[in-house]
């Protein structure tokens, strides 16, 4: 039960901080959702950066990892926001848009737990 409140707390704290980048970030304008793509690309380098520490200093618990890796991570990042933001790319007929968004999210955020996970090394 105490895993499930954790997650729970991680998430909600995830969630609300993913909204707020949004709603910052995204850009009704020309409809490029920065935000998204911003919170997706630092929630890689953190979960990175949390799972490099937790495997190199023993220092985390399961508890901490599923508070901040699962909890927080999981609900400041977000798939299916990123995937029904490329549906709308298609339907609209902006392919450039789709690659470029698609392309970057996972090349960017591949780099970003990479980087993370580096990052560790200096502490």
């Known amino acids: 039960m105490k895993s499930l409140f954790l997650v729970f707390i991680g998430g909600g704290f995830g969630s609300v901080l993913r909204f707020l980048i949004g709603k910052w970030f995204n850009n009704a304008e020309n409809g490029i959702p920065y ?7 630092l929630g890689s380098l953190i ?8 495997a190199k200093n023993e220092a985390l618990t399961q508890n901490h990892t ?3 890796a699962t ?4 609900g400041f990042t977000t798939f299916s926001t990123f995937a029904y933001e490329n ?28 980087a993370g996970i580096y990052l ?4």
Not at 35 to 41: L, S
Not at 48 to 54: H, T
Not at 120 to 123: A, N, P, R, S, T
């Open 120 to 123: 560790v090394k200096f502490i």
């Open 71 to 74: 909890g927080f991570c999981g």
């Open 47 to 54: 979960i990175g950066f949390i799972l490099g520490y937790a």
């Open 87 to 114: 549906h709308v790319f298609l339907k609209s007929g902006d392919f450039t848009s789709f690659a470029l968004y698609t392309i970057m999210s996972f090349v960017v955020g591949f780099i970003a737990v990479f």
């Open 35 to 41: 935000g998204t793509f911003i919170a997706n690309i």
């Open 66 to 68: 599923l508070l901040l």
